[in-house]
């Protein structure tokens, strides 16, 4: 499951503290921006570093972006200011500062964009028997699972089953999908192999900020401790919060790190399970719905452009041009897992935080944490309800070869027919876009593969 905000881990599971806690979001958003302007750890926006993107878009590539992609929310005027040769983007309104980028005069005179991952059309044509021959992939099963599982509320139980937890099924999927890539000739690394965090921090080191955050958003005496998992007060409670920074904020943001200073791939695959509000996690709803989509960055909110560090990596990314892979990638990667499932688009419940891109039906833009930070095209798979009667069945019968009887139905296991379909799709994706290659470049040797 993708979730944008500390209040969206139970948006989804409770739709009745849905308003109040869309609420306490704006109200966190609002008392950070008043001290530093910066998302919830984040980064100091380094404006210096986009000089590199000078003239390397045209106005129009530029426009197209940020009215059909990235700003599709609206903005303040004073964030972005295209005019006819330049765009003018605020750095910080207190200062009064502003970037200016300047714009290629035409498709011809633009420069070539600085980046480290490659896109396909730059890798060498592909043979036949490995298609993903070279390419640098990083997969990124998401959350932690095992023991924390229920802190990241992931996590539930029917009687005395075997309890389903998202961290350890996409690790589950991510190691039967390696190996699928490198039988493929892609080079394989893991953005998480294990049950364990990425990060060295821990919930207890983020108690202070945590206390600071509730306070500053009007919880004067926040409460220590949350009471049980249904306690409607515990996203006011310093162990809440503490534990939020840890797990996504803290977690989210040393994998970034790990993909663009160490594994520098040429596209992350975040993999995940979805799930409809299931309750109670020790008696949860199951349902007959079932779906599939997968994301790409963009979509930002308005009010989340107004942090200078969003503000400033929306604006990196989208010249990186990591959208135009990503997007072909999504897309073609969708069809084939929607071909493998059998699974229909899901449809978000609202337009207010997703905008969608693409001609398959299944993908959107969404600005979430992964697919911001990580600096190279980024496809974000969200296919099965964990909770859904079918897929819940599918989890307790585990991983097997061929097939098996499920419910009167001869079926994959559910971790090959994920890993395959995301295989399959990459596979359609390179052999067509690396098989119009005229003028391959050499592959660079530079960057480690971490296994
Ligand atoms: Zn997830």
Redesign the pocket.
């Known amino acids: 499951?993708?979730?944008r905000f500390i209040w969206q881990a139970v948006a989804w599971r409770k739709v009745l503290v849905r308003t109040s806690a869309c609420l306490f979001a704006a109200i966190v958003a609002a008392g950070l921006q008043a001290a530093e302007n910066i998302s919830v750890l984040g980064n100091k926006p380094q404006w210096n570093v986009l000089e590199h993107y000078q003239q390397t878009i045209t106005r129009d590539e530029f426009v197209h972006l940020i009215n059909d992609v990235y700003g599709t929310h609206g903005f303040a005027p004073d964030l972005i200011e295209i005019k006819d040769d330049a765009a003018r983007i605020l750095m910080n309104r207190d200062a009064q500062k502003f970037f200016t980028l300047r714009f290629a005069a035409s498709d011809s005179a633009r420069k070539s964009v600085p980046r480290l991952w490659r896109p396909a059309k730059s890798l060498s044509p592909t043979k036949r028997d490995n298609p993903l021959s070279g390419l640098r992939i990083a997969l990124d099963p998401?959350?932690l699972g095992g023991k924390r599982a229920k802190m990241e509320e992931?996590w539930f139980q029917v009687g005395d089953s075997k309890p389903v937890q998202?961290g350890d099924l996409?690790l589950r999927v991510a190691r039967l999908l390696a190996a699928r890539l490198r039988d493929l000739g892609a080079k394989v690394s893991f953005v998480r192999s294990t049950d364990e965090p990425t990060t060295g921090k821990r919930p207890d080191d983020f108690r202070e900020l945590a206390r600071k955050i509730l306070i500053k958003n009007g919880v004067p005496q926040p409460r220590a401790e949350v009471l049980d998992p249904t306690d409607p007060e515990k996203e006011h409670t310093i162990r809440w919060q503490s534990e939020i920074l840890f797990y996504r904020y803290s977690e989210i943001r040393r994998r970034a790190a790990l993909v663009n200073f160490k594994l520098h791939p040429d596209l992350v695959v975040c993999l995940?399970?979805?799930a409809e509000g299931w309750g109670d996690p020790n008696s949860p709803n199951l349902t007959d719905i079932n779906h599939l989509h997968l994301l790409v960055n963009g979509s930002y909110l308005a009010e989340e452009l107004e942090f200078d560090d969003e503000r400033f990596e929306m604006i990196r990314r989208l010249l990186s041009r990591a959208y135009d892979e990503e997007l072909l990638l999504a897309d073609t990667i969708a069809v084939a897992m929607a071909r493998e499932t059998g699974l229909p688009p899901y449809a978000y419940p609202t337009p207010n935080s997703t905008t969608k891109v693409g001609s398959s039906g299944y993908v959107f833009a969404r600005n979430l944490l992964a697919t911001r930070l990580y600096r190279c095209p980024v496809v974000y798979c969200?296919p099965y309800v964990m909770n859904s009667k079918d897929v819940f069945a599918r989890i307790q019968a585990g991983d097997y070869e061929g097939t098996r009887n499920i419910d009167g139905v001869e079926r994959k296991s559910i971790f090959r027919e994920y890993a395959d379909s995301v295989a399959n799709g990459l596979v359609d994706y390179y052999s067509s876009a690396r098989g119009g290659s005229r003028s391959p470049k050499p592959m660079s040797q530079t960057a480690p593969s971490a296994e």
């Open positions: 499951m993708a979730t998401g959350h992931r998202e996409t995940h399970f979805n969200e």
